[in-house]
Antibody, heavy 121, light 110 residues
Framework: QVTLRESGPALVKPTQTLTLTCTFS??????????VTWIRQPPGRALEWLAR???????YYSTSLKTRLTISKDTSKNQVVLTMTNMDPADTATYYC?????????????WGQGTLVTVSS | QSVLTQPPSASGTPGQRVTISCSGS????????VNWYQQFPGTSPKLLIY???YRPSGVSERFSGSKSATSASLVISGLQSEDESDYYC???????????FGGGTKLTVL
């Protein structure tokens, strides 16, 4: 059974750096074609893709956020970490991680349960 | 503003057929697979249709997908109250080298 779970702080202050961890099971990020991605959703709004890391350590970032994002993996721990710098109240959202297959980079299955991050002083 | 355009809302009565559209361009829908997601309030999205028209195991046959040129559609047949949810389309964009989502469609079963 494939599962993913997001973890991180529920509250961050403006200008701080957010660090989120996606811990997964049921697959390996060393397997050819396997990727993990991050997506967020502000309250009441649409989904927004953030970043992706591939089995071969290739990385892709949202064009609008790439200067603030860093994605990395620890295959020994089955974890993917996303950091976002200079947090702003507009970054308040539920952050999801999901597994994807390289053949189809927008096929996210399954998703984690999500973690709500609020940016406020 | 989303690069993929969806109607913000759709509705139908039980038993009806409802179509949700997703409009893009050659750099996204026109050249890449479209995937659809269903999201109930307070829950994470779930893959509903992949590669334009295929249903994952466990998804009802009442859901179907199609694509033509730079537009895709999700069709829900035999509408049921349990279908009331938000629906999102997604595709890779070759120019942006990003995944892009539609703005989402809220389906109401009257």
């Amino acid at each position: 059974q494939v599962t993913l779970r997001e973890s991180g702080p529920a509250l961050v202050k403006p200008t701080q750096t957010l660090t989120l961890t996606c811990t997964f099971s049921g697959f390996s990020l060393t397997t050819f074609g396997i990727c993990v991605t991050w997506i967020r959703q502000p309250p009441g709004r649409a989904l927004e893709w953030l970043a992706r890391i591939d089995w071969d350590d290739d990385k892709y970032y949202s064009t609008s956020l790439k200067t603030r994002l860093t994605i990395s993996k620890d295959t020994s721990k089955n974890q993917v970490v996303l950091t976002m710098t200079n947090m702003d109240p507009a970054d308040t959202a539920t952050y999801y991680c999901a597994r994807i297959m390289h053949v189809d980079p927008s096929k996210f299955d399954p998703w984690g349960q999500g973690t709500l991050v609020t940016v406020s002083s | 503003q989303s690069v993929l355009t969806q109607p913000p809302s759709a509705s139908g009565t039980p038993g009806q057929r409802v179509t949700i559209s997703c409009s893009g361009s050659r750099s996204n829908i026109g050249g890449n697979n479209v995937n659809w997601y269903q999201q109930f309030p307070g829950t994470s999205p779930k893959l509903l249709i992949y590669s334009d028209k295929y249903r994952p195991s466990g998804v009802s046959e009442r859901f179907s997908g199609s694509k033509s040129a730079t537009s895709a559609s999700l069709v829900i047949s035999g509408l049921q109250s349990e279908d009331e949810s938000d629906y999102y389309c997604a595709a890779w964009d070759d120019n942006l080298e990003n995944v892009i989502f539609g703005g989402g469609t809220k389906l109401t079963v009257l």
